[in-house]
């Protein structure tokens, strides 16, 4: 019977966050319905131009973020070529489109994992690399400290800040220093992670992977220019959105804005819901010039961004389907990939 519960109570959440998103756009919607009309009107017209130079500017984003994989990656003595890792991230792409936070997104290291690379070495610079993303995104939305002071209260802007530095703090802390990662992990984690949790990391040998793990100075410095150049051609591919809208928004506004609005989007699937939540509560504040039915294109504008990702990397999908080659353990070998 507890059994029973447990797997009711894991299809309720998956579903619930499966249909949050949906719900609160359908809210904002029918909340904006009269501004229906005003946003088929800014969709009429749409300057072509921008649009079509922010669509194509994904191919450059994947580029980088292969790069930058392959960095992480040679810190855990996994050598991969860039090409390939440029591939396996546009599908990791496609495969997060789908999935609240993109969770999708690190299957692509089964991929490596079926050209005999190892599997845990390939999830561990998975995570890593999402970590870039987040540090840089919450730095970014740390920029935008007068954007909060303004539309949350001040006690609360102050706790939201010192978390994110806080949070910030630990997670470089983590990926540079393995002597306080090791006193972070049996000080304090071992304290805050719940017994069985702890018994199943230590079965897999979670241990072991973090011990072989640290990024060297230089690598760190290289991911993390990478990191801010990518996240450039991310801002500039949606800013690019404004003027195809006949808009203006100021640097200072938009920057911070669609910092929040990706570290939002991590709750639903394809950020629906809590990407108009938050663009609806800062661009429709007076003495900016938008209303909410361009704000509401605006959004779209945005999804199709993400969807793009879905109809572009699709055929490299049909040519290279996870799960189409035989793994290394498959073969009979060791599952490591030879140097």
């Given at each position: 019977?507890?059994?029973?519960?447990?797997?009711?109570g894991r299809t309720l959440l998956r579903w619930g966050l499966r249909l949050l998103g949906p719900a609160l756009l359908s809210y904002i919607l029918w909340r904006n319905r009269d501004q229906l009309s005003t946003a088929w009107a800014a969709l009429r017209g749409i300057h072509w131009f921008p649009l079509a130079v922010a669509l194509l500017l994904v191919f450059p984003f994947v580029l980088l973020k292969g790069w930058r994989w392959q960095i992480i990656l040679d810190d855990l003595g996994q050598h991969v070529p860039w090409r390939k890792l440029s591939l396996y991230y546009a599908l990791g792409i496609f495969l997060g489109a789908a999935t609240p936070g993109q969770a999708g997104d690190f299957l692509k290291a089964w991929y490596l994992k079926e050209d005999g690379y190892?599997?845990?070495?390939?999830?561990?610079?998975t995570f890593v690399d999402r970590l870039f993303d987040m540090i840089i995104m919450g730095l970014l939305a740390l920029s935008g400290i007068y954007v909060l002071w303004k539309y949350f209260p001040k006690a609360g802007t102050v706790l939201a800040l010192s978390g994110m530095v806080l949070a910030i703090t630990l997670?470089?802390?983590?990926?540079?220093?393995?002597?306080?990662?090791?006193?972070?992990i049996d000080r304090v984690l071992r304290y805050l992670t719940p017994a069985p949790l702890r018994r199943i990391l230590?079965?897999?040998?979670?241990?072991?992977?973090?011990?072989?793990?640290?990024?060297?100075?230089p690598n760190f410095a290289r991911g993390t220019l990478i990191s801010l150049v990518s996240f450039s051609t991310t801002?500039?591919?949606?800013?690019?959105?404004?003027?195809?809208?006949g808009k203006s928004l100021p640097l200072s506004i938009f920057i911070p804005t669609v910092?929040?609005?990706a570290l939002g989007s991590l709750l639903t699937v394809a950020g629906l819901g809590t990407r108009e939540f938050i663009l609806l509560s800062i661009l429709s504040a007076p003495g900016l010039g938008w209303v909410q039915g361009e704000i509401l294109v605006f959004s779209a504008l945005i999804l199709?961004?993400?969807l793009e990702n879905l109809v572009v990397f699709l055929p490299f999908y049909l040519v290279r389907p996870l799960g189409s080659r035989k793994t290394g353990l498959d073969r009979g070998d060791s599952g490591t990939r030879p140097e």
């Open positions: 019977m507890e059994g029973r519960w447990s797997a009711l190892d599997l845990g070495a390939a999830l561990l610079s997670v470089l802390s983590m990926l540079l220093t393995r002597h306080w990662r090791n006193w972070l230590r079965e897999r040998d979670a241990r072991a992977y973090l011990d072989r793990f640290f990024l060297s100075w801002f500039f591919r949606i800013w690019l959105l404004v003027p195809a809208l910092a929040l609005v199709c961004l993400g």
